[in-house]
């Protein structure tokens, strides 16, 4: 039972692509999320319990009475399944409660929190992770309340700032990552594990860049068959993996599975039973790793993780970054260019109806238009570079719809 409403806190434990990398993130990770919530929920003091885990993130929200207590004992329980790597664990593990932990979870719906700052994804992982809970009846009224709350405000934040717009997802980072190393895909014979959430996005950023049949395997055959039907791929069954893989040039891996699928001594095989002369790239972006790390000391083959995502997702924020500072630049030019145009034409009506003026007295007319001018101005541009300095992307189309103006 709930303590008084007075007594309730709201607490928020992680480990995140911000402070992790991928072995101490796998080392921490939950292999089955059910009995996680199970433990979590059986803890002393702990009321309510969500278990979120994706590809970069493991996060805890839970409801106690004794809110800093049982946020260290969280902590605690989570930097002890990293085993040797408990001390790194414990310095990456981050923790809030109540307001800050309020804070994070709508930052964290409204893609704020995210590798790819933006991205839709975050908010169906949030929403399958309360009903997880709820389904393992370790969520209660207060953990709705505040999931609902923080999906409602996701959704807003996204129809009214567009932080999406242009927004990558992590498969199609994944798939950005595989065109750099190899450039262009559109000859490139790929193979795609996993059909979910994520595989799917890799599959579908894949099927525009490519003009090969794209390979999908999934443990659920039948929806690897429907996601293949959909992008004009092929569907493989998971025990029929040798076909694809003898011929394969990259792999694209993002499934749920709890351990490895493709293993140093698998690919050892493989690659000696190869037609295909060039190297075998493997993109893992699953947590935890469905492929073994020592699966890169096989000659030929080159291995990336996650880890690796991240130079793509800061390589696509810059990007962005100076598209929108390029926008603000264009916009204040054309704003003081119109404006000057105005000021010269009407002073020059202003003179001529004033008759004679002397050269000292026409300066400072022009002097006193020039410096309204800019003083009106002012805020208006500080605004807007500040706007490109938080890649505040809707005021800028606001500026240029208020102003009329339609910068290159």
Known sequence: MHSSAKNINIINVRITHKTARVPLMEAVAFKDKRNALKAIRSMKNVDECVLLQTCNRIELYIVSEKGEKVAKKAKDFLAKRAGTMEKEASKAIEYFVNGDSLRHILRLTSGLESMVIGEDQVLNQVWDAYLEAESAKAAGIILKHLFMRAMSVGRRVRKETGINKGAVSIGSAAVELAESLLGKLDQKKVLVMGAGEIGTLVAKALARRCLKPIFIANRTYARAVKLAENLSGRAIKFDKLEEALLDADVVLCSTA???????KDLISKFMKQRQNKNDLTIIDISNPRNVEKATQEV?????????????IAEKNKQKRQKSVEKAVRDIVS??????EEIRQRELKKALKMLGHVDAKEKKIIED??????????????????????????RLIEVAINLFGLEPS
């Open 257 to 263: 599975a709890p351990h490895y699928l493709l293993t």
């Open 299 to 311: 000659e030929k083959v080159k291995l990336y993780d996650i880890d690796d995502l991240q130079l």
């Open 334 to 339: 054309l704003l003081f260019s119109r404006a």
């Open 368 to 393: 006193l238009t020039f410096i309204l001018l800019k003083q009106t101005y002012a805020p208006i541009v500080e605004n807007l570079r500040l706007a490109a300095k938080d890649d505040d992307k």
